[in-house]
């Protein structure tokens, strides 16, 4: 039951173009929307997080937007940096946290 | 600022041995959380805490207990390692509840083999 779909396991972008990854969720309930980045061999690191009553927030380089009728949010990353080269896990809360499979994005010189 | 703590980082057990992932944080939180990530899946809850002596399942709990006698340490026991076991396991803990906007706090996960 995967409440919380990330269809896109890699993306590969140029550095200074914007990353956009893409998240899909079912459960109409869920009322927060998170962004975790992980590198290898570390654990997940909060990034951006949204409410589902916004349809934009923006920190930095960083912004999420929602699509409630679609059930669709994404992340933007603008300009990308090799820096964010990281696997990006999108999570969905109601009653409990949900997980996507995450997006491995990877930024070229 | 050690965060979350997370031991051992890797570990091989064979079937049927029993272990125990040790996990501590310094941030004075009172919700603990267990995750395990399979290759090419999310992170699925196994057990959380919102407090010393309070406990309770996730998502997929067979096979594991946890306990919770201090603020820091949320141990996860293996008793009866199976090959499904095999997995990274995460620590986190939260200010918040974990279904608020506050974010999770991880360790740097526990790579377990079960052979």
């Known amino acids: 039951d995967q409440q919380v779909k990330q269809n896109s396991p890699s993306l590969s972008v140029q550095e200074g173009r914007i990353s956009i990854l893409n998240c899909d969720y079912t459960n109409s309930m869920f009322d927060y929307f998170l962004w975790y980045k992980k590198y290898p061999a570390e654990g997940p690191t909060f990034l951006i997080s949204?409410?589902?009553?916004?349809d934009k927030n923006e920190d930095g380089r960083f912004t999420v937007f929602l699509n409630k009728s679609a059930k669709h949010l994404s992340l933007h990353i603008v300009p990308s940096q090799p820096g964010d080269s990281a696997v990006y896990f999108c999570?969905?809360?109601?009653?409990?946290?949900?997980f996507g499979a995450g997006t491995r994005l990877t930024v070229k010189p | 600022n050690a965060g979350v703590t997370q031991t051992p980082k890797f570990r091989i057990l064979k079937i049927g041995q029993s272990m125990t992932l040790q996990c501590t944080q310094d941030m004075n939180h009172n919700y603990m959380y267990w995750y395990r990530q399979d290759p090419g899946m999310g992170l699925k809850l196994i057990y959380y805490?919102?407090?010393?002596?309070?406990?309770d399942k996730g998502e997929v709990p067979n096979g594991y207990n946890v306990s919770r006698s201090t603020t820091e340490d949320f141990p996860l026991r293996l008793e009866l390692a199976a090959p499904s076991q095999t997995s990274v396991y995460f620590c986190?803990?939260?200010?918040?509840?974990?279904?608020?906007?506050?974010?999770?706090?991880f360790g740097d996960g526990t790579r377990l083999s079960i052979l």
């Open positions: 999570a969905a809360s109601a009653n409990d946290m949900r």
């Open positions: 805490s919102v407090g010393a002596g309070i406990t």
């Open positions: 949204i409410s589902s009553i916004k």
């Open positions: 986190a803990s939260s200010y918040k509840r974990q279904y608020s906007n506050q974010p999770q706090h």
